[in-house]
């Protein structure tokens, strides 16, 4: 999904004192915030950067003492997030959160190509609030009150960024089904983050993954970070490139080439269960991101990919949900525990492995 985009003028005095020489690409990197070089480059070769007053198609041309450089950046145009009547399965609610099984293909927050038919959509719908942008959360112009979310992280984070995430203390990846809790106000926002922060949240996921791991019950303990050969995915990487992340898993029923797996998060990080479970040769059946939609236990013959070619259609995403969420309610104190059930298409394959591969 494409977006319309309008274009930002940005002029550069490059200082008297400058001395000169510097390449175009490499002078403009340092002077744009969060527009990366090779962006900068295919602009430049696009005719969108001019010095005095002519256009310079050459990356590598050097700049002098006293130019004045001329950009014309595409940029996003500002995002503004409207309450959709959207169904939300609200397994919990106060005055002051609420807690919600998200189904699978819904996205969290808005993002590039995705500024409507989230779960921020269905929320601010669901409370009663009007359309919120961006400028009014970064100029503070909102408060918990005026949306009946909280707003302590919503607004963007840095120039360009898409996100607006109202009430949203912690998040599930867009094909992941689950429960999520939402704060209502600041306060419990705040309260119910120091629970993430100092992991007394409970957080179970369930998942059906290839093969039987071996032992059954374990630990899985590494450092995460972007992927060094696609940086929209996560891997295994050393110490000094990523964050520590623990995993404990445990089987909770065992087929001939696959297993239904609990997941308990010791950490937060992006991708975890997902990285984990392929880290230890046990992907999440369906995940196409980590080689889950690809036979990785038992024979590979034309009945039994045909048989998982039909379960991927019924169920075209990672089998994995978020079942158990618990923590203590930041106003009352009280300790509480949710669980979601299984939803339909991660049912229906479950019971499939059970008949024919059990």
């Known amino acids: 999904m494409s977006e319309d985009k309008i274009e930002t003028i940005v002029e550069i005095d490059v200082p008297a004192g400058q001395e000169g020489g510097p390449r175009l690409d490499v002078y403009l990197t340092s002077k744009l915030a ?13 005719g969108n950067v001019d010095v ?13 003492p006293g130019d004045h450089i001329v950009c014309r950046i595409m940029r996003p145009p500002p995002i503004e997030v409207v309450p959709e009547d959207i169904p939300l399965d609200v397994v919990f609610e106060d005055e002051w959160l609420l807690v919600v099984d998200k189904q699978a293909g819904m996205v ?14 269905a929320l601010l719908h669901h409370v009663g609030s009007r359309a919120i942008t961006a400028e009014e959360l970064d100029e503070d112009e909102e408060d918990d009150e005026d949306i009946g ?58 998942a059906i993954v290839w093969g ?45 080439h696959t297993a239904l797996l609990g997941f308990r998060l010791e950490t937060g990080r992006t991708h975890q ?18 080689s889950g939609d690809l036979i990785k236990s038992g024979p590979e013959t034309t009945k039994r990919k045909q048989f998982f070619q039909n379960l991927f259609k019924r169920m075209p995403r ?21 669980e979601a059930p299984l939803p339909e298409d991660m049912a229906f394959v479950l019971e499939r492995l059970r008949t024919v591969e059990g």
């Open 34 to 46: 969060n527009v990366t070089r090779a962006k900068i480059q295919r602009g430049i070769r696009d």
């Open 52 to 64: 005095n007053g002519t256009t310079r198609k050459k990356v590598s041309h050097a700049i002098q």
């Open 108 to 121: 969290v927050h808005p993002a590039f190509g995705h500024r409507s038919g989230t779960l921020v959509n």
């Open 149 to 206: 979310l909280s707003t302590a992280t919503a607004a963007p984070r840095f120039e360009g960024d898409l996100t607006i995430r109202p009430g949203l203390v912690h998040r599930l990846d867009k094909d992941t089904s689950g429960l999520l809790v939402v704060a209502k106000d600041d306060f419990t926002h705040s309260e119910l983050a120091k629970q993430f922060i100092n992991r007394t949240i409970r957080r179970r996921y369930v």
């Open 212 to 256: 039987v791991p071996e032992p059954g019950d374990g630990r899985i303990e590494t450092w995460l970070g972007r992927s060094s050969k696609d940086r929209k995915l996560v891997a295994v990487v050393p110490e000094d490139r990523g964050k520590w992340a623990a995993t404990n898993y445990e089987t909770i029923e065992a087929f001939q």
């Open 273 to 290: 269960i997902r990285v984990h479970a392929k880290h230890i040769g046990h992907p999440i059946l369906g995940d196409t991101t980590y």
């Open 318 to 338: 990672q089998a994995l949900h978020a079942h158990t969420l618990g923590f203590f309610h930041p106003r009352t104190e009280e300790s509480l525990v949710f």
